[in-house]
């Protein structure tokens, strides 16, 4: 790695999320930190749908499995590794919003990041619940330059990211198409065969979504800058 004090900090829902949906920005961002919300197996093994489609016999097998894929995918990408003790909604225990803003502010501040991406919390229940977790840190952390990004094979979804602007505005955020500054330049043509062995990476869950079910992964990344209005800072200070 090019080095050790990353700048950019990637919020990612599941352990393919960030490559999903920011691994062409994360393929000219080297040294990102990446940091997976729901990374821990449930204290009892369990055989969820989703796992077994994936293809395997219980939750530890699986987060076993996905945490190696996930390492040779940031590998690719030369992205550092963050993971939280969270477990994710098919293991039925998911935590509180404020526990879960508390711990992953605690880890942001624990970096040397000046860049955070977020969810918009599209669809799945765990994006939404990290939404709002980032939500209730932005604020306090406004400071740093925030980006949320559109959630690859949800984002297509009728609705759903007007949905989230939407929200956004309600909670005194604005939103505005851009794109995260990028550390480095690559040839156009690597950069897209970066993210495809990245996104190869992920065999059980590409498995689990089937041949046609994440197609929009190849296609073109979205991201808004996030900053607070000016009326919400005024009122947060009186």
Not at 101 to 120: C, F, K, N, Q, R
Not at 169 to 183: L, M, N, Q, S
Request: net charge negative; proline share 6%; hydrophobic share 40%.
């Amino acid at each position: 790695m090019s080095e050790t004090n990353p700048r950019l900090f990637v919020v990612s829902p599941h352990f393919d999320d960030a490559v999903f949906s920011c691994g062409a920005l994360l393929a000219i961002s080297p040294d990102a930190a990446v940091c997976t919300v729901f990374a821990a197996p449930p204290e009892h093994d369990m055989c969820t749908e989703w796992d077994t489609k994936a293809g395997f016999a219980g939750a530890y097998e699986s987060v076993h499995a996905r945490t190696i894929e996930d390492n040779h995918a940031l590998a690719v990408l030369d992205a550092i590794p963050l993971r939280l003790p969270f477990r994710d909604a098919q293991y039925l225990d998911s935590p509180s919003i404020s526990k879960l803003a508390g711990v992953l502010e605690e880890t942001i501040y624990g970096s040397t990041a000046d860049t955070l991406l977020m969810p918009l919390g599209l669809f799945h229940k765990d994006h939404a619940l990290v939404y709002d977790a980032c939500c209730e840190i932005l604020p306090r952390m406004s400071h740093l330059t925030w980006f949320a990004y559109e959630e690859a094979i949800y984002r297509p979804m009728p609705g759903l990211v007007q949905a989230r602007l939407a929200d956004l505005a309600k909670r005194g955020i604005v939103a505005t198409p851009a794109h995260p500054a990028a550390d480095h330049t690559l040839d156009a043509k690597r950069q897209t065969m970066m993210k495809r062995e990245a996104v190869s990476a992920y065999e059980s869950q590409l498995r689990a979504f089937g041949p046609q079910g994440y197609a929009d992964v190849f296609a073109g990344e979205r991201y808004w800058r996030l900053e607070m209005t000016r009326r919400s800072r005024t009122e947060r200070r009186t």
